[in-house]
Protein backbone atom coordinates (compact mmCIF):
# COMPACT_ATOMS: atom_id res chain seq x y z
CA UNK A 1 0.00 0.00 0.00
CA UNK A 2 1.03 3.57 -0.21
CA UNK A 3 3.47 4.78 2.73
CA UNK A 4 4.85 7.59 4.14
CA UNK A 5 8.72 8.19 5.28
CA UNK A 6 11.24 10.06 6.53
CA UNK A 7 14.78 10.84 4.74
CA UNK A 8 16.74 11.24 8.16
CA UNK A 9 15.88 9.32 11.61
CA UNK A 10 18.34 11.14 12.93
CA UNK A 11 19.07 14.80 13.59
CA UNK A 12 20.85 16.90 16.12
CA UNK A 13 21.04 20.45 15.96
CA UNK A 14 22.83 23.51 18.54
CA UNK A 15 20.35 25.69 20.24
CA UNK A 16 19.43 28.33 18.48
CA UNK A 17 19.90 27.37 15.30
CA UNK A 18 16.94 26.43 12.35
CA UNK A 19 15.91 22.46 12.23
CA UNK A 20 14.75 21.12 8.93
CA UNK A 21 13.13 17.75 9.20
CA UNK A 22 11.73 16.60 5.71
CA UNK A 23 9.32 13.24 4.53
CA UNK A 24 8.29 11.79 1.60
CA UNK A 25 5.39 10.45 0.74
CA UNK A 26 3.98 8.14 -1.98
CA UNK A 27 0.51 8.87 -2.54
CA UNK A 28 0.58 11.63 -5.06
CA UNK A 29 -3.61 12.26 -4.27
CA UNK A 30 -3.36 12.85 -0.78
CA UNK A 31 -4.81 15.89 0.02
CA UNK A 32 -4.29 16.48 3.82
CA UNK A 33 -0.95 16.15 6.07
CA UNK A 34 -0.05 16.99 9.63
CA UNK A 35 3.21 17.05 11.72
CA UNK A 36 3.13 15.68 15.28
CA UNK A 37 6.20 16.01 18.00
CA UNK A 38 6.35 13.12 20.16
CA UNK A 39 8.16 13.46 23.30
CA UNK A 40 9.92 10.58 25.28
CA UNK A 41 6.86 8.87 27.03
CA UNK A 42 4.17 10.71 25.47
CA UNK A 43 1.47 10.25 22.55
CA UNK A 44 2.36 12.83 19.21
CA UNK A 45 1.12 16.03 20.08
CA UNK A 46 -0.39 18.07 16.26
CA UNK A 47 2.05 20.87 15.60
CA UNK A 48 0.43 21.42 12.54
CA UNK A 49 -1.44 20.70 9.22
CA UNK A 50 -1.72 21.96 5.32
CA UNK A 51 -4.04 21.17 2.85
CA UNK A 52 -2.54 20.01 -0.60
CA UNK A 53 -3.95 23.74 -1.98
CA UNK A 54 -1.50 24.93 -0.40
CA UNK A 55 2.46 25.11 -0.35
CA UNK A 56 3.56 26.75 2.78
CA UNK A 57 1.54 27.15 5.89
CA UNK A 58 4.00 29.38 9.48
CA UNK A 59 2.73 28.86 12.72
CA UNK A 60 4.14 29.88 15.92
CA UNK A 61 8.26 28.95 14.98
CA UNK A 62 7.29 26.28 12.81
CA UNK A 63 6.61 26.63 8.79
CA UNK A 64 5.40 23.78 7.08
CA UNK A 65 6.07 23.69 3.01
CA UNK A 66 4.43 21.16 0.78
CA UNK A 67 6.08 20.47 -2.96
CA UNK A 68 3.38 18.48 -4.53
CA UNK A 69 5.99 18.12 -7.46
CA UNK A 70 8.11 15.91 -5.96
CA UNK A 71 6.16 14.49 -3.22
CA UNK A 72 7.77 16.33 -0.10
CA UNK A 73 6.99 17.64 2.60
CA UNK A 74 9.15 19.62 5.40
CA UNK A 75 8.76 21.17 8.63
CA UNK A 76 10.95 24.18 9.15
CA UNK A 77 11.77 24.71 13.01
CA UNK A 78 13.28 28.75 13.66
CA UNK A 79 15.46 29.11 16.24
CA UNK A 80 15.53 24.89 17.99
CA UNK A 81 15.07 24.82 21.37
CA UNK A 82 15.85 22.02 24.07
CA UNK A 83 12.01 21.37 24.29
CA UNK A 84 12.17 20.61 20.66
CA UNK A 85 13.87 17.77 21.13
CA UNK A 86 11.27 14.81 20.28
CA UNK A 87 10.51 12.03 17.20
CA UNK A 88 8.53 13.89 14.58
CA UNK A 89 5.93 12.36 12.04
CA UNK A 90 4.50 13.33 9.20
CA UNK A 91 1.62 12.13 8.77
CA UNK A 92 -1.03 12.06 5.37
CA UNK A 93 -4.53 11.59 4.13
CA UNK A 94 -5.64 9.82 1.12
CA UNK A 95 -8.68 11.42 -0.54
CA UNK A 96 -12.12 8.97 0.38
CA UNK A 97 -9.73 7.69 3.39
CA UNK A 98 -12.27 9.18 5.71
CA UNK A 99 -10.21 10.67 8.34
CA UNK A 100 -7.93 8.12 8.41
CA UNK A 101 -3.41 9.00 8.36
CA UNK A 102 -0.55 7.03 7.27
CA UNK A 103 1.91 8.08 9.56
CA UNK A 104 5.56 8.01 8.97
CA UNK A 105 8.54 6.00 10.85
CA UNK A 106 9.36 9.50 12.41
CA UNK A 107 12.42 11.51 12.77
CA UNK A 108 14.36 12.15 15.84
CA UNK A 109 15.50 15.90 16.76
CA UNK A 110 17.86 16.10 19.38
CA UNK A 111 19.07 19.63 20.16
CA UNK A 112 22.66 20.39 21.55
CA UNK A 113 23.23 22.93 24.09
CA UNK B 1 -11.22 19.23 28.91
CA UNK B 2 -8.98 16.74 30.20
CA UNK B 3 -8.24 15.53 26.58
CA UNK B 4 -7.98 11.46 25.57
CA UNK B 5 -7.78 9.36 28.99
CA UNK B 6 -6.24 6.11 28.62
CA UNK B 7 -6.01 3.56 31.21
CA UNK B 8 -3.86 1.79 32.32
CA UNK B 9 -0.68 3.87 32.03
CA UNK B 10 1.37 0.68 32.20
CA UNK B 11 -0.08 -3.17 31.80
CA UNK B 12 2.30 -6.04 32.26
CA UNK B 13 1.14 -9.29 32.11
CA UNK B 14 1.85 -12.81 31.36
CA UNK B 15 1.36 -15.02 28.07
CA UNK B 16 -2.08 -16.22 27.60
CA UNK B 17 -3.93 -13.80 29.85
CA UNK B 18 -6.72 -11.29 28.60
CA UNK B 19 -5.75 -7.70 28.33
CA UNK B 20 -8.22 -4.64 28.06
CA UNK B 21 -7.06 -1.27 27.34
CA UNK B 22 -9.56 1.89 27.95
CA UNK B 23 -10.09 5.01 26.50
CA UNK B 24 -12.22 8.19 26.94
CA UNK B 25 -12.34 10.79 24.19
CA UNK B 26 -12.55 13.94 23.70
CA UNK B 27 -16.26 15.47 25.02
CA UNK B 28 -17.86 15.95 21.48
CA UNK B 29 -15.63 14.04 19.32
CA UNK B 30 -16.90 12.06 16.72
CA UNK B 31 -14.14 10.14 15.72
CA UNK B 32 -12.35 7.05 17.27
CA UNK B 33 -8.75 5.44 16.95
CA UNK B 34 -6.68 3.06 18.11
CA UNK B 35 -2.80 3.02 17.13
CA UNK B 36 0.39 0.75 18.30
CA UNK B 37 3.40 1.56 18.09
CA UNK B 38 6.53 -0.63 17.99
CA UNK B 39 10.14 0.13 17.19
CA UNK B 40 10.11 -2.17 14.48
CA UNK B 41 6.83 -1.20 12.86
CA UNK B 42 6.02 2.29 13.96
CA UNK B 43 2.07 3.70 14.65
CA UNK B 44 -0.01 1.63 13.18
CA UNK B 45 -3.94 2.13 12.93
CA UNK B 46 -5.71 -0.92 14.37
CA UNK B 47 -8.70 0.42 14.13
CA UNK B 48 -11.01 3.61 14.36
CA UNK B 49 -14.73 4.33 14.83
CA UNK B 50 -17.20 6.70 13.52
CA UNK B 51 -20.00 7.96 15.98
CA UNK B 52 -19.60 4.57 18.20
CA UNK B 53 -19.58 2.36 15.12
CA UNK B 54 -16.49 1.19 13.51
CA UNK B 55 -15.75 1.77 10.25
CA UNK B 56 -12.59 -0.38 9.55
CA UNK B 57 -10.94 -2.65 11.31
CA UNK B 58 -8.28 -3.59 8.56
CA UNK B 59 -5.47 -2.72 10.94
CA UNK B 60 -6.03 -5.50 13.68
CA UNK B 61 -3.26 -8.19 13.54
CA UNK B 62 -5.72 -10.83 14.52
CA UNK B 63 -8.57 -12.86 15.99
CA UNK B 64 -7.36 -12.18 19.11
CA UNK B 65 -7.69 -8.68 19.51
CA UNK B 66 -11.20 -6.67 19.41
CA UNK B 67 -12.42 -3.67 20.28
CA UNK B 68 -15.94 -1.93 21.12
CA UNK B 69 -17.21 1.35 21.39
CA UNK B 70 -20.42 1.06 23.48
CA UNK B 71 -20.98 4.84 23.85
CA UNK B 72 -19.66 8.16 23.27
CA UNK B 73 -17.63 8.37 25.66
CA UNK B 74 -15.52 5.23 26.10
CA UNK B 75 -14.34 2.43 23.90
CA UNK B 76 -11.84 -0.43 25.02
CA UNK B 77 -9.42 -2.85 23.13
CA UNK B 78 -9.01 -6.61 24.40
CA UNK B 79 -6.59 -9.33 23.17
CA UNK B 80 -7.31 -12.07 23.96
CA UNK B 81 -5.34 -14.71 24.65
CA UNK B 82 -2.08 -11.99 25.03
CA UNK B 83 1.31 -13.33 23.46
CA UNK B 84 4.89 -11.64 23.74
CA UNK B 85 4.61 -10.20 20.57
CA UNK B 86 1.68 -8.05 21.28
CA UNK B 87 4.17 -6.35 23.72
CA UNK B 88 3.80 -2.39 22.39
CA UNK B 89 2.62 1.24 23.35
CA UNK B 90 -1.23 1.42 22.39
CA UNK B 91 -2.14 5.44 21.73
CA UNK B 92 -6.15 6.14 21.42
CA UNK B 93 -7.01 9.85 19.50
CA UNK B 94 -9.90 11.50 19.03
CA UNK B 95 -11.07 14.04 16.04
CA UNK B 96 -13.83 15.52 15.07
CA UNK B 97 -14.66 17.53 11.78
CA UNK B 98 -13.40 21.30 11.77
CA UNK B 99 -13.96 23.74 9.15
CA UNK B 100 -12.74 22.75 5.51
CA UNK B 101 -12.18 18.79 6.56
CA UNK B 102 -9.59 18.79 8.51
CA UNK B 103 -9.24 16.17 11.07
CA UNK B 104 -6.66 16.92 13.55
CA UNK B 105 -6.08 13.37 16.10
CA UNK B 106 -6.28 14.09 19.83
CA UNK B 107 -4.16 11.91 21.00
CA UNK B 108 -3.78 9.79 24.98
CA UNK B 109 -1.09 9.22 26.84
CA UNK B 110 -0.71 5.78 25.87
CA UNK B 111 -0.30 2.43 27.63
CA UNK B 112 2.56 0.38 27.84
CA UNK B 113 1.65 -3.29 27.38
CA UNK B 114 4.45 -5.92 28.17
CA UNK B 115 3.66 -9.46 27.81
CA UNK B 116 5.93 -11.82 29.51
Known amino acids: GESVGLHLPTLSVQEGDNSIINCAYS??????FIWYKQESGKGPQFIID?????DKRQGQRVTVLLNKTVKHLSLQIAATQPGDSAVYFCAERAPGSARQLTFGSGTQLTVLP | DAGVIQSPRHEVTEMGQEVTLRCKPI?????LFWYRQTMMRGLELLIYFNNNVPIDDSGMPEDRFSAKMPNASFSNLKIQPSEPRDSAVYFCASSHIRAGGVNEQFFGPGTRLTVL
Open chain 1, 27 to 32: NSASDY
Open chain 1, 50 to 54: IRSNM
Open chain 2, 27 to 31: SGHDY
